[in-house]
């Protein structure tokens, strides 16, 4: 069976998003332990990085596909697609609403016991509430493109 642009273009961003953040995520992992300024320092200079990696390599595959498809890539979305993305979108709310509820919780939990966070030294991440609402909405994107893809692949 032969793919859409839609489709391409879905996997395309799929196998990056997975790709770049998890070098992102695994990068961010690796900082534990080191002292709080050096992380911070490491966790901006990684996030800038990966910004710009996402960036040029959604522009580049989604030029190269747009130009190897210039006919489809003029069409625009067809009821089809309309339908796909608004069923991929409210999943991906779901999977964002319970990252948001996560990161509320550990809010509430730290507020409520300051000393959580000192007695776990694994998850002395820095900035870790802004990384578990990332990580929120990465896991969103993802679910997002598997779904658009396996209606793509369903064909209804």
Request: without cysteine; proline residues 2%; charged residues 15%.
């Amino acid at each position: 069976m032969d793919m859409s642009l839609k489709e391409k273009s879905t996997w395309v961003s799929l196998i990056s998003t997975i790709g770049v953040f998890g070098y992102y995520f695994y990068g961010i992992l690796g900082l534990v332990g080191l002292p709080v300024e050096v992380a911070l320092d490491n966790a901006l200079s990684l996030a800038i990085k990966i910004i710009t990696i996402i960036v040029m390599l959604e522009i580049i595959f989604q030029s190269l596909l747009a130009v190897s498809h210039h006919r489809e890539a003029n069409l625009g979305n067809d009821e089809r697609d309309k339908i796909f993305n608004d069923k991929s979108h409210r999943i991906s709310y779901v999977v964002l609403v319970i990252g948001v509820f996560v990161t509320l919780g550990r809010i509430v939990i730290v507020e409520y016991n300051p000393s959580f966070t000192a007695e776990l030294n694994s998850i002395q991440i820095p900035m870790l509430t802004a990384h578990i609402l990332l990580l929120s909405f990465i896991l969103a994107e993802v679910a997002r493109f598997i779904s658009l893809i396996f209606y793509y692949r369903r064909g209804r």
